[in-house]
């Protein structure tokens, strides 16, 4: 067993941090949200959330990607999506300012990726293709981490913390993970931005994964065990929680572009709105050790995408220094 270490956070990040850190190490998660809790402070609970590999991706972002992929894809095959929420579904993204589908890295990370003809576009798009993903609904997927987490001996806390050192005093650890999303800006980094989104959840038996990125951008996604989809999105800097009515129409025009109009009979008063906001950071993910602190924050819209990739750096960054001590 490696030392004990505290983790600053309960959502994806941090939840996936301690599933790699709790196989070597007793882990302490100290967090004012957890699993099952909403409110507008933290944004875990409120992502769609799709498995879409980040196209302008450094080597080192799609290394953790595809670490992360590998996770899901095999959480997927050994648990059933209505107990972990985590499901394999078809994909089809398109792209309305992008033709160079030929190169793109996830190539061969995704399984059965293929390049759409031009005729199977939809009007305005440049290219397209298809492959199969994975959909994760965050309702099931926290949950079921903190249980096994649980299970394993991980202890939770719920508490707001301001500083390092009142974590250190509290759990007695040296080494902190700072897996505190949107809250890493209380913490002191002001480069932290929430980001605002807004989807609608439908009640559909639509059953596929549907993107459209560049000018329109836009997503459908059959959330596991909810009997429905959430579709999306837009990014912006607004900064109420309002449901913005306008926007509703607009993003299901979106939709019904790029699924053949599959959503032509929706009626907008019946469908559950979400507005949150993503942890965003001027200059991207941030996934570094500062002497005893890890920092893993500022994944914006692709904390999913990123989760256990973002562990797996984190372990090697805690261990690298463990070997040279
Ligand atoms: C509308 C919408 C759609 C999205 N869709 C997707 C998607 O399809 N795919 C995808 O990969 N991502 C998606 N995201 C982004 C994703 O939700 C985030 O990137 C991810 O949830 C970030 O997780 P996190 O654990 O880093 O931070 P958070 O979920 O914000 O968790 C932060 C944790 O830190 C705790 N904390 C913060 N400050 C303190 C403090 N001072 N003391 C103690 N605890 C503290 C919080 O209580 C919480 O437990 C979406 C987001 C939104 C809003
Ligand atoms: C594209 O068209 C070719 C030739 O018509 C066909 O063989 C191929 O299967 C098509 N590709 C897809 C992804 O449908
Ligand atoms: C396609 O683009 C043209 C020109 O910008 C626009 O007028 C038209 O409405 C677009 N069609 C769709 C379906 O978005």
New binding site residues.
Partial sequence: MGEPIAI???????LAAAMVLSLDHKVTI?????PGDLGL????P???????PQKDASASEQKMQRASFQYYWNLAHREDSSKSGVLILPMTEYFDDWTDEQSIWYRDLMPNYQILNKSELPENCTSGVKYASISMNPVLLLPYLMQKLEVRGVKFVR????SYEEVRHLTGTRIVVN??????K??GDLSVKPIR???MFVKTKFNELVMREGSEYTYV?PRAGSGGVIM??IKSDRMDAEVDVELKSDILRRVNRITNNAFDEIDLETVSD?V????GRDGGLRVERNGDVVHA?G????????SFGVAARVQELIEQTRARL
């Fill in positions: 600053i956070g309960a959502g994806i990040t941090g100290i967090a004012r949200d957890h402070a933290w944004a875990s409120w992502a769609g959330a799709i498995y879409h508490k707001e913390v301001m897996a505190s999303g949107v809250g890493a209380a913490l989104g807004q989807t996604i999306g999105g979400i949150a906001f993503r942890p924050y994944a914006a819209g692709a904390g999913y995408i990123y």
